[in-house]
């Protein structure tokens, strides 16, 4: 009931401009189990970084898991600048987040096939799956994720969709599609179509150009940082989880020596949330780069089966 009453509180206090915000724990905690990938998109920020590839230490996936799990209106999403399903102990925590009741979520390009079986899938206790495929068809598919096979995904989302039909617990099926400013309306159509045969939404995200290079005044209050945190696969644990699309990461700290409520509750948090609740938009170098704070965009929108 509490966390309930929480949930709402919250969801009141960031949509209304100007409120004081109410934010004792984020609702979400994005997990980047590892920045390595086997893919090289081309629309992707991580294709055009060169950093060094890390894998989060299991101890600390335990202390994180630990931490959250007596605040259940805070889920997971495993995802991140990398292939989460290529973390050298992807199973163990998988069994650790789903054994504690944290609502899990897993963006995944698709190799988690190869990882897991669709049996397996079923019952590993995943709230919810997104597969990644970006492009119409086979052939845009193929050239915006060159190392994918939009026939092997296809094939492996139609047998789960299958396996799920007299599953009573199962995972919530989603495709996800980065929307691009060419992209016309009747592919989406056609998407549509095609994917909601197998899947339960599509999630249409926004193109977020990749670097540095615009700078957007209109700002809004931006949500993120009134309700997620992303930890990195380092343990560092950045302001927002958007940053690393369009500039380097200013980081809060360090999961290896601070709590999430601590990290949450910073000063330097609550510094940026209080230039959005006084409109103190010439404060806001950092944030002027960001694609997802232009008035009115919509970053991304999930449609469900009817
Ligand atoms: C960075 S990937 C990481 C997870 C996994 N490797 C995958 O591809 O699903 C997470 C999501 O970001 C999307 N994405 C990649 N580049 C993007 C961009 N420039 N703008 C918007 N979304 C993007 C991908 O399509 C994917 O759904
Ligand atoms: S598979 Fe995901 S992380 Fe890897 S390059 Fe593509 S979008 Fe980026």
Known sequence: MWNFARKMLRDICYRVPKTPHFTDYPSNIELEL???????CS????????ESIYYLDFDLVEKIVSE??????????????GEPTLHPRFRDVISLI????????????GNIFHIMSLEEILV???????????????TTYEQKRPEGCHRFLTSKIAGL???????????????????????????LRLYNEYWFKYSDSISYNIYTPVGRSTIYEN????????SELKIR?????????????????????????SSIQELWNSSALNERRNVFLQENWCHIDYCKYCAKQQEGKVNFIIVDKQ
């Open 34 to 40: 590892t920045n390595d990938c086997n893919f090289s």
């Open 43 to 50: 629309h992707c920020p991580r294709t055009y970084l060169a």
């Open 68 to 81: 959250i799990k007596s605040y259940d209106c805070c889920s997971l999403r495993l995802v991140g600048l």
């Open 98 to 109: 789903t054994s504690a009741n944290i609502k899990l979520e897993l963006t995944s390009n």
């Open 124 to 138: 590993s206790g995943i709230t919810t799956l997104e597969i990644s495929i970006d492009g119409s068809d086979v």
């Open 161 to 187: 969709a299958e396996l799920a039909k007299n599953a009573t617990d199962k995972p919530r099926i989603v495709v996800r599609r980065v929307v691009f400013p060419n992209d016309s309306e009747e592919e």
């Open 219 to 226: 700002f809004t209050k931006c949500q993120s940082i009134f």
């Open 233 to 257: 696969s380092t343990g560092g644990v950045p302001l927002c989880r958007f940053q690393c699309n369009f500039q380097p990461e200013i980081e809060l700290g360090n999961i290896a020596n």
